[in-house]
C-alpha cells in the first residue's frame, strides 16, 4: 500500500512528496480512510508512529473548499514544542495548498498571533494561550469542521482538562473530532465518550516499546550518576543522545556538568524561554549539540529521527512514561538504544518497566567504573576544569585528560 491508495487532492498528494513519505505506518494506513470519511476517531497510539500526518493530511485534503481565512481546524496540543511541530508539518504537507497554519502558545508576543489568526484556516494552538485568545476575541470558531486533541493523556497530567472543557464550549457542535492519545486513563475515557460520535478506534502498538530499540539498565548509586553517564558517553559509539532527567533543575545542572566536561549539549526545561526552548531544539536536531538533556514535559515535542540513544538519568515515575521517552529513538526504520541508570529505590518501577516490555531488561556494568567511590564533598569538587571538546565518532575518541590527570573524577 502506498499513499496514491488514498486519492487525495493533487496539491495533498504534492505534500505528501514534500514530506518524502512513501508507505503509510500502521497507523496512517488505518487512520486516514476513517478520517477522510468524516468519522470520529479515537487514535490509541505512542509517540514515533506517525499519527500526525495521520489527521494532518485528511485534514487538508477537507480544507481544499472554498472557504478560506477563517479557522475550520483546530488542533491542541499540550507543549509549545508539539504545537510548533504539528504546525511545521501543516505548513511542509500542506505548501502547495495555500492553506494558512499558525501555532499559538504562551511565552511569546500575542500580537503577530492575533494578526495571523485573521487569516488563518488551521490553529494549532497549546490550551492556556488559547483561552486568552477566545477571552480577548481575537478568534472566532464558528466555521470550525474538525477538532484534534493531540497527546490527550499529557494533557490531563498537565493539568489542561479543565481548560479543554472550557474550550469546547466555544465550538461547533456539528463537527469532526479526532482523539490521539498513548495511555488511557480514566478521565480521558471520560472526555472521549463526551465529545466522539459513535467514533472509529485505531490502536497501533500500545503494549510494547517498538522492536527496533534495545534496552539495557545501569545500576548505580544516586551520587555516582554523573560519573556513570561521562563514563557511558565516553565508552559507547554514540550519534545523538537524549538524556531525561526528572526535574527541570537536575535539567540544568546536568547540562553544565556534560558542558564543563566537554559535550556540545544543551538542555530543554521549562523554565527557559521560548526563544532558548526554540534555540536548543533546533540545534539537536541540526547536529549543533549531540546531547540534549530534558525533562519529560520539556521533551514530548522532540521529532529528531536520527536519535541514536536514550539515556534515563532518571528512571521515570511510570511505565508508559517509560515507552513514551525511548520511543524519541528507533524511529522509522532507524535502531536506537535505550539505557536507564537505577539506583536501589527503583526496583518496583523496574519490574512494572518489565512487565510492559514482556521481557527482564538486561543489567549491565562497566568494568572500569569504580561503583564504591564515595561521595564527594564540596571542598572534593574539582574547580575550574574544562575538559577538551569531545566527538562521538568512536569508542574513546577524543577522551584526554586534563592537567591534573582527573579525568575521571566529575562530582555528581
Not at 551520587?223 to 563514563?231: F, I, P, R, S, V
Request: hydrophobic residues 40%.
Amino acid at each position: 500500500m502506498n499513499f496514491k491508495a488514498f486519492n487525495f487532492h493533487p496539491t495533498v498528494s504534492a505534500g505528501v512528496l514534500e514530506a518524502d513519505y512513501e508507505i503509510p505506518t500502521p497507523i496512517q494506513a488505518q487512520a486516514i480512510p476513517p478520517i477522510l470519511k468524516g468519522c470520529d476517531v479515537m487514535g490509541l497510539a505512542q509517540t514515533g508512529t506517525g499519527k500526525t500526518a495521520a489527521f494532518a493530511l485528511p485534514i487538508l485534503n477537507r480544507l481544499m473548499g472554498n472557504k478560506r481565512g477563517c479557522p475550520r481546524a483546530l488542533i491542541m496540543a499540550p507543549t509549545r514544542e508539539l504545537a510548533e511541530q504539528i504546525h511545521q508539518a501543516f505548513e511542509i504537507m500542506g505548501r502547495k495548498t495555500r492553506l494558512k497554519s499558525v501555532s499559538v502558545y504562551g511565552g511569546v508576543g500575542i500580537n503577530p498571533q492575533i494578526q495571523k489568526l485573521k487569516r488563518a484556516d488551521i490553529v494549532v494552538a497549546c490550551p492556556g494561550r488559547l483561552l486568552d485568545h477566545i477571552g480577548r476575541h481575537t478568534v472566532d470558531f464558528s466555521q470550525l469542521e474538525v477538532l484534534v486533541i493531540d497527546e490527550a493523556d499529557q494533557l490531563f497530567d498537565m493539568g489542561f482538562l479543565p481548560d479543554i472543557r472550557r474550550i469546547l464550549k466555544h465550538l461547533p457542535q456539528a463537527r469532526q473530532t479526532l482523539l490521539f492519545s498513548a495511555t488511557m486513563p480514566t478521565e480521558i475515557r471520560r472526555l472521549s465518550k463526551d465529545i466522539l460520535r459513535n467514533p472509529v478506534t485505531v490502536q497501533i502498538g500500545m503494549t510494547a516499546p517498538a522492536d527496533t530499540v534495545s534496552h539495557a539498565l545501569y545500576p548505580v548509586a544516586q551520587h555516582l550518576k554523573t560519573a556513570l553517564l561521562l563514563n557511558l558517553l565516553g565508552s559507547t559509539p554514540i550519534r545523538s543522545v537524549l538524556v531525561f532527567t526528572r526535574t527541570k533543575h537536575r535539567a540544568k545542572s546536568l547540562g553544565k556538568k556534560l558542558a564543563v566536561a566537554g559535550y556540545r549539549s544543551a538542555t530543554l526545561q521549562g523554565n527557559l524561554s521560548q526563544g532558548k526552548r526554540q534555540a536548543a531544539l533546533d540545534g539537536f536536531r541540526d547536529g549543533t549539540f549531540q546531547i540534549l538533556v530534558a525533562t519529560d514535559i520539556a521533551a514530548r515535542g522532540i521529532d529528531v529521527t536520527r536519535i541514536s540513544h536514550v539515556i534515563n538519568y532518571d528512571i521515570p515515575s511510570t511505565p508508559e512514561a517509560y515507552i513514551h521517552r525511548i520511543g524519541r529513538t528507533g524511529r522509522a526504520t532507524h535502531s536506537g538504544e535505550a539505557f536507564t541508570l537505577i539506583t536501589g529505590d527503583d526496583r518496583k518501577m523496574v519490574s512494572a518497566i518489565n512487565r510492559i516490555i514482556g521481557s527482564k531488561i538486561e543489567q549491565r556494568t562497566l568494568s572500569a567504573f569504580n561503583y564504591n567511590a564515595p561521595a564527594l564533598t564540596h571542598k572534593d569538587s574539582p574547580k575550574g576544569q574544562r575538559k577538551p571538546h569531545r566527538t562521538f565518532s568512536g569508542a574513546n575518541r577524543g577522551r584526554k585528560k586534563t592537567a591534573s590527570g582527573m579525568n575521571n573524577r566529575i562530582w555528581a
